[in-house]
Structures are given as C-alpha cells and as structure tokens.
C-alpha cells in the first residue's frame, strides 16, 4: 500500500505561495483529501500540496522547488485516471494541470492543433466543429479527461478502430523534464527527422517529464456515415460477426460490443429503445464517401445475419449531430455510469486479446464467473480485442472482495497467456505493476528501467509507478470501482 502522506514543510509552502500565490497553493488536509486518489479508488494517499501553475514557466519554477527541497512531484490532468498513474505514492508535490486550458493555435489547412496539457478532450471537438477536421481519439471520459492526460495513457476510445490511438495523432510535445528544463520534442510536422521521442513519451504515465503542451494532428471529417445497431441472440454470435466484417475487408470507425446485463443497466438508465431480449449488441459504424456508404451497409447486414443477427437500427448521417446517432453513442460512453445501478461496487479490467481469441475469451469468462461467483458484464472494443470486463461484487462482503480479485487476475493471466496485453489504454499505473513481470522478460524491463533512470535518475518525477523494482510494486489489496473506458 501507499505510504501516508506528511504535513509539507513550512518552507516549502512558502516558496510554493510565493512563486503561485495563494490561490495556488492547497496545503490543509480538508483540501488536500480531494485529490487522495483519481479514477482507480482503491489505492489512496494524501498528497501534501496540491498546486495549479497556469504557464509552463511556473510548471518550471515548481519542479525546480521540488528539486530545491527533496521531494517527490506527480502531474494530474482531471484525475479520470483508471490505474492509480496520479497516486501520490509517499506524498510530495501533486501538480495539477487543469488551470493550463488554452487552446494556442488551430490550424485546418495543415491539419493540426496546439493546446496546453489540461484542455479537456472535448472542448477540442467543439472548438473544431464547422472547421471541416477533428481530433480522433474520444476516450469515453472525453467530457472530463484532459489532452495531457490522453498522452499519458495513449488513451484510445471507440472511433480509433480506424483512426488510431493517441500516439497516432500526437505530432510533438512540450515537456518540463525533472531536472526543471523545458524541452520541445517533435513538431507540426508529422514526419520528425532522428528517433521517436514522441512515441516513447506517449504512454509514458507522466513518469519521464510533465508536459505542458501537445501538437496534435487533426483528422479530416468524413462525407457521411452509417451506424448500424445490430442484435445477436448470444455474445457469441456477435464476436464472430466481428471477426467476418474485418475478415471481408472493411475497416469499421468502431465496432462496439454491449452484452446483456450492460443493455438492461442501459435501457434502465437512458430508455433508448434497446432490445431486452437479446444476448449481445454491436454498434457498428462506417465513414467515408457517401457512394460508399450503402454498400458498405449492406455488406455488413449481410454479415450479421450469417452469424444470426439482425439490424435493429440503421442511421445514416452527414453529421454527429443527427439525435439518433447521439443517442447511441451516449448509450455507450455512459454505459459504465449506468451499471451502478445493477450492483453496488464494481472493477474494471483493461485487458487485450488478439481479434480472432475473443470467443475464446468471452467462454474462459463464463468459466471464471461460475468459479469465482461473481457476475461478469461486457461492454468493450470488439473490433481490436480491447476488453473490458466489469466485475461485480460488494465490497462491504470481503468474501465477495477476495473472489472479485480472483476473478480479475485469472482473467488477466489469461490475456497474457494468449499473447495479449493487461491494458490497452488505461495503463499501468499502481495496479497492474505487479502484473508487469508476467508481461516482459527481465532483460525488457531492465531496458525499460533503463531508460527511466536516464529521462527520470533521481526518481523524483511520479515516482513507484508502472516499472516493477525496489519498492515500486503497491501489494493490490482490492479492485477499483469506477472505470469508463
């Protein structure tokens, strides 16, 4: 577990009030207990201060306190982290980003965008609507998660089945290393000359540097669109469909699964008329030219019936705003508010497959349901393997804590063991670090330490986060709770 926080030195305070001025600065306890922990609500620890610089130059002038007075510094966007990567492990300096919300500059014509690391997601989307272009990745968080955090995390989302992930959309990055200098990595232009230090960067958890700006690059809008609603009897059914749409050559925007128990908590929550009965939904979406877009349609009609599925709905649009396609979408991005209401604790898993493995994943979780005695729901990305299992318990039942856990592991392990991965875009943070040696070979993550060591040497910078060495690995004592994915 995470050490207890202690009271920040006086001089420290200080130093921090001068250089932020008060409204800066949180330093009391009744302040401070807001930020013990972000999205993974299980691991909890106090920071001793929490600061809000608004400019990379105070950004500068914090690490370099921190530096001054031996204390370890962690970055936070909006704390919609689902793997403990803004725990303040052992205290220090939480630096939050969320005052730095620029956007500095949109550019349609060469396709890009600058903005500091605590836009929201979204406010990007709207800045950019009737410009023609958009920024691809929409974590189901995009209302509350931040650009910066979406670096962190290379956090993906529904639509980046075919546009990509974060790092696929990630042009360059201002950071503030942990020696306090300010650094530009990469640029406006897409293809940068040497070694890719923006890929090593994103996905970083934030434990090479704080950034403070993102170039990212801006996807043109599609003509038109369909989004297709397609019912199965069993979830079954519907991960063979998925694997016959890639298999016939179309690359779907996204291709979204909802079992059964995740339809009810939906229905239940938002009444969008979906089917009760069936076992498994797909909302299946396809961009592009309109000449294209029926034929496309019908081919993946075609497909679903052959693994005995219909089409519930079929909508087609010119924009994102068309309501019934809103509608569908809010269905999915809130489903994970909307099973609070079916049980009264429950964890998230985070875990990748290869396509083709998900029958055999989704069987192997029926099994760890039965064994463990714990219901499992499903609302994940079907269409690039990206799982996310929700398991239910009730965490005032230790009993029921213990078989959760269980069940979690299990299933993990089993991602690995089919040359999967234990995270597709949450990361590592605190939770799975000790799942890191399943997943790499020693000789990997000492390379890996290595080039921590050398970004981050005096370990200061969000320190006992995602590299399992000394005493990085926290003992999980329990499963979080809250995960949209």
């Known amino acids: 577990m995470a050490t207890t926080s202690t009271t920040a030195a006086p001089s420290l305070v200080d130093d921090l009030t001068a250089l932020l001025g008060a409204e800066g600065v949180l330093h009391r306890h009744d302040e401070l207990v807001v930020y013990e922990c972000d999205g993974y609500v299980i691991e909890k620890n106090v920071p001793d201060v929490v600061v809000f610089p608004t400019s990379t130059e105070e950004v500068v002038g914090v690490v370099k306190l921190c530096n001054r007075h031996d204390v370890p510094f962690v970055p936070r966007g909006a704390g919609t982290s689902l793997a403990g990567g803004t725990l303040p492990v052992g205290g220090g300096v939480m630096i939050s980003l969320t005052r730095m919300k620029r956007i500095v500059e949109v550019n349609a014509r060469d396709r890009y965008a600058i903005v500091e690391a605590g836009v929201v997601n979204v406010w990007l989307t709207r800045a950019l609507a009737g410009t023609g272009v958009h920024f691809a990745p929409d974590p189901s968080s995009q209302t509350a998660c931040t650009i910066g955090g979406n670096v962190a995390t290379n956090a993906g989302g529904p639509h980046t089945l075919k546009y990509g992930v974060t790092i696929n959309h990630v042009r360059g990055v201002e950071l503030v290393t942990p020696e306090g200098e300010v650094v530009q990595i990469g640029g406006v232009v897409a293809d940068q000359p040497g070694l890719d230090l923006t890929g090593l960067l994103v996905g970083s958890e934030g434990t090479f540097g704080i950034v403070t700006k993102v170039t990212v690059g801006l996807s043109r809008d599609p003509e038109a669109g369909r989004t297709l609603l397609a019912v199965f ?15 016939a050559g179309i690359v779907p925007a996204a291709l979204e699964m909802i079992d059964n128990i995740m ?38 009609a075609e497909i679903v019936a052959a693994h005995r599925g219909a089409i519930d709905k079929a909508i087609a649009w010119r924009t994102r705003e068309v309501p019934e396609y809103k509608a569908i979408w809010k269905a999915r991005k809130m489903a994970f508010g909307a099973i609070g209401r079916v049980t009264p604790t429950f964890c998230t898993q985070d875990g990748v497959v290869p396509r083709t493995a998900l029958p055999h994943i989704l069987r192997f979780m029926e099994g760890v349901s039965e064994r463990c005695g714990v219901r499992i729901a499903n609302v994940f990305h079907a269409g690039d393997g990206n799982l996310h299992p929700i398991i239910m318990f009730d965490e005032q039942d230790p009993g029921q804590v213990k078989r959760a856990l269980q069940a979690s592991h299990e299933i993990l392990d089993e991602c690995i063991r089919l040359g999967g991965s234990v995270t597709g875009e949450h990361g590592i943070g605190v939770e799975k670090i000790g799942m890191m040696p399943k997943l790499f070979s020693p000789d990997d993550l000492a390379a890996m330490t290595a080039v921590h060591d050398a970004l981050n040497p005096d370990g200061r910078c969000s320190p006992h986060k995602k590299i399992p060495v000394g005493g990085h690995c926290i003992e999980r004592t329990s499963p979080g709770r809250r995960a949209p994915a």
């Open 233 to 247: 009897p069993t979830v079954e059914d519907s991960v063979e469909a998925v694997s016959g749409i890639v298999a």
């Open 263 to 300: 339809i009810r908590a939906v229905e239940a929550a938002y009444n969008l008329g979906f089917p009760l009965d069936s076992g498994a939904v797909l909302i299946i979406e396809v961009d592009g030219v309109e000449a294209a877009m029926d034929r496309e349609a019908e081919a993946i």
